[in-house]
Nanobody, 125 residues
Framework: QVQLVESGGGLVQAGGSLRLSCAAS????????MGWFRQAPGKEREFVAA??????????TYYADSVKGRFTITRNNENTVSLQMNRLIPEDTAVYYC????????????????WGQGTQVTVSS
């Protein structure tokens, strides 16, 4: 069974940090993008960050403007990706979803081939 499993969500005060992890299983994702989306209550799911495959074992990172400079995405190996979230703000509160791309690039929901089940991140003010 091919699946993505997230871990690391929780409750944190504004200004704090959290680290999310995602592990894929069932097949290799070496040549595929992996990344993160989030969905806040009453809002549409939005792109957060991605590691897009650039050839060989090279991935380049791509971020939404709202998280640039605060979040860092890392492709730890072909099947795991993590998201280090620093200087969190209440607006970052959402369910965070790990995603694997249909191909080498992950840009928006239309380019997602597989979703994780989601993990809650809550930032209190």
């Amino acid at each position: 069974q091919v699946q993505l499993v997230e871990s690391g969500g929780g409750l944190v005060q504004a200004g704090g940090s959290l680290r999310l992890s995602c592990a894929a299983s069932g097949r290799t994702f070496e040549r595929y993008a992996m990344g993160w989306f989030r969905q806040a209550p009453g809002k549409e799911r939005e792109f957060v960050a991605a590691t897009n495959w650039s050839g060989g074992s090279i991935y380049y990172t791509y971020y939404a403007d709202s998280v640039k400079g605060r979040f860092t995405i890392t492709r730890n190996n072909e099947n795991t990706v993590s998201l280090q979230m620093n200087r969190l703000i209440p607006e970052d509160t959402a369910v965070y979803y790990c995603a694997a791309g249909l191909g080498a690039r992950l840009l928006d929901s239309d380019t997602v081939g597989l979703w994780g089940q989601g993990t809650q991140v809550t930032v209190s003010s």
